[in-house]
């Protein structure tokens, strides 16, 4: 069945461009029937995990909020529960059919070569149609690289047969992700390439003459393919002057509207509806997301969504320093501070939950 899961959150990542609604309920369906059907053939024996417990009680607490009163929008509130279903139902799927070491190394590599394909697909659509594939935004294609560079440098480093095709992958990744010219996630995958290694150094994973093989290769495959792909696009954009000025206005909206509700929030996936009458400018166009994920579930969750996320970051942070891999995923959580990589797009969401899920496989 884990095979089945994985053409799932494949088909939802590459249809996040089709507007109509039947996709993402078709995407959100699915993954409810597959966890449904595991439950069904597991007896109906559940052994929760304290993630899927969390995961849960968000999904809950939106229900909560439009049973209250609490939320803006009861209409918006009930489909973002339904995405916190979704992300439950991925990371519970994943968590359980990954179980098996072999099985899930499998899995890993094919996201891993999913995780290039789509990339190499990106770069060719952006120069000859101008965009990203399936990916309406820079930074949130860059989310969906970081944990398959984190799978790549992590392969590059355990992998002593092979190495230079790992390197290469995660040169190829990187450069991708420059060219799309998302800075925040350019400067965020450009770190993860210098202290993946380092960090395995440091804990022993590594001798210092591999540690140097992997930097020197690395090094020049990077600048190799980054100057194949481009790499003017994130030079003019880092020469931008205050580029993160509207990102600290919206930081500032977001505070202000948690002080307001800091415990029931304004309902999930209403921020947008509860902002203009926080905005602190009005340049006529229309802001979607806080910028800013973290401040965004504080503001739509309360305190109680934002100390679900930073429960399940914290419940995660000692298996991805253990299996190196999921430091890529631990590179989305520090990206979310500035962007929206949970938010907007709920199969992009479903996909890094089920990652999740496979990095709590590895307890």
């Not at 500032?252 to 209403?270: K, N, Q, V, Y």
């Not at 891999?325 to 631990?330: A, D, H, K």
């Amino acid at each position: 069945m884990i095979w089945i899961v994985g053409v799932v959150l494949a088909a939802g990542i590459l249809m996040m461009r089709v507007e109509s609604r039947w996709a993402l309920t078709a995407f959100e369906t699915a993954l409810v029937t597959l966890a449904a059907v595991a439950i069904v053939r597991q007896r109906f024996v559940l052994r929760v995990h304290p993630i899927g417990g969390l995961l849960a009680a968000a999904v809950l607490w939106g229900l909560a909020q439009v049973a209250m009163g609490a939320t803006v929008d009861p209409q918006r509130t009930l489909e973002s529960s339904l995405g916190w279903a979704a992300n439950c139902a991925a990371f519970s799927l994943a968590l359980r059919l990954a179980g098996d070491r072999a099985r899930r190394q499998k899995f890993l590599t094919a996201q891993l070569i999913f995780g290039l394909l789509v990339a190499i697909g990106a770069v060719i659509a952006l120069f000859t149609i101008g965009s990203l594939g399936p990916f309406v935004y820079r930074n949130q294609f860059a989310a969906f690289i970081e944990p398959a560079l984190g799978l790549a440098i992590a392969a590059a480093i355990r992998d002593r047969r092979r190495p230079l095709l790992w390197v290469f992958i995660a040169a190829a990744l990187f450069a991708s992700v420059v060219a799309s010219g998302s800075r925040a996630g350019s400067i965020i995958c450009l770190a993860m390439l210098i202290a993946m290694p380092l960090f395995a150094y440091f804990r022993g994973v590594i001798s210092a003459r591999s540690l140097i093989r992997v930097a020197v290769l690395g090094a020049a495959s990077a600048l190799a393919l980054v100057a194949v792909a481009g790499w003017q696009t994130i030079w003019d954009r880092l020469q931008e002057p205050n580029p993160y000025s509207v990102r600290a206005d919206l930081n500032r909206s977001s505070l202000a509207m948690i002080r307001d509700r800091p415990i029931e929030g304004f309902g999930l996936g209403t921020w947008s509806s509860a902002y203009p009458r926080y905005a602190l400018f009005d340049d006529g166009n229309f802001v979607n997301q806080a910028h800013n994920d973290w401040a965004q579930w504080a503001v739509e969750g309360g305190l109680p969504l934002f100390l679900v996320m930073l429960g399940v970051v914290a419940m995660l942070a000692p298996a991805a320093v253990r299996s190196l891999w999921g430091i890529g995923l631990m590179a989305v959580f520090v990206h979310a501070m500035v962007d929206y990589p949970f938010e907007q797009r709920p199969a992009l969401a479903a996909y890094l939950f089920a990652m999740m899920g496979v990095l709590a496989a590895e307890e």
